[in-house]
């Protein structure tokens, strides 16, 4: 007897506790799963990783990263895409699943109406690096440079239509010069080619290793102003050239999470962003530059850049 | 005077009990999924990467690594016990490793392999301590035409895996090239055969590949003969390799050594193409070359060697100027730089008890892993004593979340239930899956370094012939194309005169 009445007042009381966890006020009551859809160890990763750990403090809740790599970038988005809106499932939103791949391959998602942005977080740190030993000192001196010489200067890239190669191109046409790009397989094999001296420069990650030792020289960032960590490295935009920078790494949710849990989550991830801890990991990196936009923003910008790369994409092609 | 004090100074790191313990941890783990087919060091070291944020840079490194370098130690068991690869890079260590162990010999295949790793993991350390720097500027030189010319050579290498039909092992070798091609075009960026499956785009990944065409199929093969296997249960003789076994691997161990740390300095190719050029190397040395296959003890020292000082070549482009070759050193770049430590070429002198440290605890790590699996030789001896029908249920499981814990995709676990049943009829009509793995590995490397060049040269194709490193690879491969018609012509001649005195 006593035992079913032990039994009864288990039942009433696992019955009437989750009662409140369905509604949306105790948000998030489970750990929360964040989709990067690259490799670990990478900038990507690394930031989301970053900024998971901070996060944890104000949802009160573990964040849990996992990698879901492929398709450059286009399976792990795809997953976030299709995952079930209930805020739980978030991803890394990168520059390449998002605004480049999906204008030149057929993939499940729309990235604008699929998928919702959070916040970003970090810009991605391309640039434009010769070898410490190249005559060229400045980017104007290789555009002055290929316009005498038209198809000589060779630039390393990771791969056709990508952001860097499109906007290198966008920069030949503007300028009426004419160079080569030779894709590579990714970051590390354009440095090893750059540092080689197989291709005249390289359109890549940043590397603050190689440019602390004086082993190659940044010469303009794809940035909107000068990052603060390299203050002496110029962007291509100060330096004149009208290009726009569509990088970016932040936080995003399938389309339909409710609008309470979308707005818990913009304030966590923004006072995360806020958070001296997040601020000091980056530094500490030394990987990308921390940037700031909310939600807001960050969709009105995915949707305005997304159209622009496809543009850009399709004059390419002409 | 001063590398002594260095070394002194890394022993003083890698010996803090701390630094032990996780060394001991990481070859522990490493020999383990190193010894279940299907489960890699990348993924183990994906799962464990949050880790290191916790602990020190130093001691999380020493992990990581640990687990790199003793997963090639551990990859060999399963090769040569049921033929079955623990890892893509101890996919040749099957050849001759698995006819030993057929023959009773499976005790010194399990022994030389362990010696052969730790004296490899010994020399390349030695190399690594010396030549870090000199290595990292020569590797530079290797541009996409380099890369082309030592490619080519490799593929030509890929006839020596043939075992059986010539025949077959090059039309394997083709549809290893043609199944390389699936994926993104690099060049031009278009999906080529992809069929709209994005996990296609980046190709198909050689260890849902190499753990269905060697995997699956040998259990599938199995359990149409379950009753033979008891002929060779009972004659399992000694569990140390004899001195002559020690005489014929000698060399083997050399050359694969300095072989597998040369390629393994090379962006992209790594242990597993090491592997498999060390084997061909061995073929085309010995003096006995027909008898590889059949249990020669020289095909399993040599790329057991291969694969383990590959791990320690691989270190050098990673420390010296922060360029990752292969997915696990971008993950131990990662975790270098959560703690703010850049590698590049700084790190030398910056962070000397990292670079120290890491050497250091490798010599460690290789004692332990060969105090750690000589004992246990008799231990996996004993495993083929466990009836088929427990082991080869516990293989394909392994094999599932091996290939699933990759990327977390299915679509890797299909890919790899395919190859297992195109493996299956490969091994009933007599196709060798060596020759295509080789083949399937090289296939982009080839490609785009050929692409790549004629980007450079603006489709000329002279870019080969002007550089001297493409040269010499180029000259070489028609020595090794040409030499079998050269030797053919003599034995004619030969045969002409015998028939002329005759007359």
């Given at each position: ?20 966890a ?48 492929g398709?450059a ?32 391959i ?24 010769v ?25 390393g ?16 046409r ?7 790009q ?13 540092m ?7 359109a ?21 102003e ?19 920078v ?23 991830f ?49 | 005077?001063d ?10 790191v ?14 522990f783990?490493g ?15 994906a799962i ?7 602990i ?18 551990g ?40 010696f ?94 190499v ?23 009972a ?16 060399n ?20 597993i ?52 070759s ?43 892993l ?21 082991l ?12 699933y ?73 028609l ?25």
């Amino acid at each position: 007897m006593r035992t079913y009445f032990v039994l009864v007042l288990l039942l009433i009381t696992f019955t009437i506790v989750p009662g409140p966890a369905l509604g949306q006020s105790d948000f998030p009551n489970k750990p929360i799963t964040v989709i990067v859809p690259f490799g670990p160890g990478g900038a990507a990763d690394l930031t989301s990783r970053l900024i998971g750990k901070v996060a944890e403090k104000y949802l009160g809740q573990s964040v849990v990263v996992v990698n879901k790599t492929g398709g450059a970038g286009t399976v792990g988005t795809a997953a976030l895409a299709a995952a079930k809106p209930d805020g739980y499932t978030l991803g890394t939103l990168v520059t390449s699943p998002i605004m480049t791949v999906p204008h030149v391959i057929k993939v499940t998602y729309h990235p604008v109406k699929d998928l919702e942005a959070i916040i970003q977080h970090s810009i991605l740190n391309f640039g434009v690096s010769v070898r410490s030993d190249s005559p060229f000192m400045t980017f104007k001196e290789i555009i002055e440079y290929a316009r005498k010489n038209p198809g000589v200067v060779t630039y390393g890239t990771s791969g056709t239509n990508s952001a860097q190669h499109i906007l290198m191109e966008q920069i030949a046409r503007e300028q009426k010069v004419e160079w080569i790009q030779v894709p590579f397989k990714g970051g590390p094999e354009i440095l090893s080619a750059m540092m080689g001296g197989h291709v005249s420069m390289a359109a890549t990650d940043f590397s603050p290793s190689l440019y602390k030792a004086k082993k190659m020289r940044t010469l303009a960032m794809f940035l909107n102003e000068r990052w603060s960590e390299h203050p002496d490295i110029p962007t291509l935009k100060e330096l004149g050239y009208q290009v726009p920078v569509p990088y970016f790494v932040g936080v995003g949710a399938p389309k339909g999470v409710p609008e309470p849990i979308m707005k818990k989550l913009e304030d966590s991830f923004t006072k995360a962003y806020q958070d001296p801890e997040f601020s000091q990991g980056m530094k500490t990196m030394g990987l990308l530059p921390a940037f700031y936009r909310n939600r807001k923003d960050f969709s009105a910008f995915i949707a305005k850049s997304f159209e622009e790369m496809g543009r850009y994409i399709q004059e390419l092609k002409k | 005077m001063d590398l002594f004090q260095n070394i002194l100074f890394g022993f003083q790191v890698a010996l803090q009990p701390i630094n032990l313990l996780y060394c001991f941890i990481g070859v522990f783990i490493g020999t383990l999924i190193g010894v279940l087919p299907g489960i890699g060091p990348v993924g183990t070291m994906a799962i464990l990467f949050p880790i290191t944020f916790k602990i020190a840079p130093v001691t999380a490194i020493i992990m990581l690594a640990g687990i790199y370098y003793g997963a090639m130690y551990g990859g060999s068991t399963t090769s040569i016990l049921v033929n079955i690869p623990g890892e893509a890079a101890s996919v040749v260590t099957c050849l001759d490793g698995y006819q030993m162990a057929r023959q009773g010999r499976a005790g010194p295949a399990l022994g030389i392999a362990a010696f052969s790793s730790f004296i490899a993991g010994t020399l390349s350390l030695v190399g690594l301590m010396l030549l870090t720097i000199p290595l990292a500027e020569a590797a530079l030189k290797f541009g996409p035409p380099e890369y082309f010319a030592v490619m080519s050579l490799g593929l030509t290498l890929v006839t020596y895996l043939a075992r059986q039909s010539m025949i077959k092992a090059l039309a394997m070798a083709v549809l290893g090239l043609m199944l390389s091609f699936i994926g993104l075009d690099l060049i031009t960026g278009e999906p080529r055969f992809t069929y709209n499956i994005p996990e296609l785009l980046d190709g198909i990944g050689v260890v849902p590949l190499v753990v269905g065409v060697f995997g699956i199929s040998e259990v599938l093969v199995n359990v149409e003969i379950e009753i033979q296997r008891t002929t060779y249960k009972a004659r399992i003789s000694n569990l140390l390799p004899t001195l002559q076994d020690w005489k014929d691997s000698a060399n083997p161990i050399l050359r694969g050594s300095l072989l597998g740390f040369l390629i393994g300095i090379l962006p992209g190719a790594g242990s597993i193409l090491a592997s498999f050029a060390s084997y061909a190397l061995e073929k085309r040395c010995s003096r006995t070359p027909e008898k590889f296959g059949s249990g020669m003890i020289e095909g399993v020292a040599g790329p057991e060697s291969a694969n383990n000082s590959a791990v320690s070549g691989g270190f050098i482009p990673l420390f010296t100027l922060g360029i990752p070759s292969n997915a696990i050193m971008a993950l131990l770049l990662g975790a270098m730089l959560i703690h703010g430590l850049q590698p590049g070429p700084m790190l030398l002198s910056e962070h000397p008890a990292l670079f120290w440290g890491v050497v250091a605890s490798m010599y460690v790590g290789n004692f332990m892993l060969l105090a750690l699996n000589l004992p246990l030789i008799g231990l996996w001896v004993q495993v083929l004593k466990v009836p088929y029908r427990i082991l080869f249920p516990l293989i394909l499981l392994f094999c599932l979340i091996g290939s699933y814990s990759l990327n977390n995709s299915t679509v890797d676990v299909l890919i790899m239930i395919i190859f297992g049943i195109v493996g299956y009829f490969m091994r009933k009509f007599g196709y060798e899956g060596a020759p295509m793995v080789m083949a399937f590995i090289l296939g982009p490397m080839w490609e785009s370094a050929l692409r790549q060049s004629l980007l450079m040269s603006k489709g000329r194709f002279s870019i080969f012939l002007n550089r001297p490193i493409s040269l010499v690879a180029f000259i070489l491969t028609l020595a090794l194309l040409l030499s079998p018609t050269l030797s053919f012509i003599r034995e004619k001649k030969e045969v002409l005169k015998v028939l002329e005195k005759e007359e």
